[in-house]
């Protein structure tokens, strides 16, 4: 059985940082396709950030320069570092990994950014 556990998600400042963790087990990580997606109050999930198992990455316009992914193979976690954050990055955070046509999703983790 496939599970997908978000962690590290909290209440920060804006300008500050947070980094959020995606541990997985029951499946081969290191030829899954990662991505983090996010959503906020109200609003429709949107995509954050994918990396791939050649390690390539792809980020949201929003986020660009300011969130980095990550992932530890030899850990079966993936990263998502968050810098410089706004009031606007609240959410709550998913990771997906994603594996012959099949997706699974975590639960989430909020993070909230606030003054």
């Known amino acids: 059985q496939v599970q997908v556990m978000e962690s590290g998600g909290g209440l920060v400042q804006p300008g500050g940082s947070l980094r959020l963790s995606c541990a997985a087990s029951?499946?081969?990580?290191?030829?899954?396709?990662i991505s983090w997606h996010r959503q906020a109050p109200g609003k429709q999930r949107e995509y954050v950030a994918s990396?791939?198992?050649?390690?390539?990455?792809d980020y949201a316009d929003s986020v660009k320069g300011r969130f980095t992914i990550s992932r530890d193979n030899a850990k079966n976690t993936a990263y998502l570092q968050m810098n410089s954050l706004k009031p606007e990055d609240t959410a709550l955070y998913y990771c997906?990994?994603?594996?012959?046509?099949?997706?699974?999703w975590g639960k989430g983790t909020l993070v909230n950014i606030s003054s």
């Open positions: 029951g499946i081969i990580f290191s030829i899954c396709t």
């Open positions: 997906k990994l994603w594996r012959d046509g099949t997706a699974y």
């Open positions: 990396i791939w198992s050649s390690g390539y990455t």
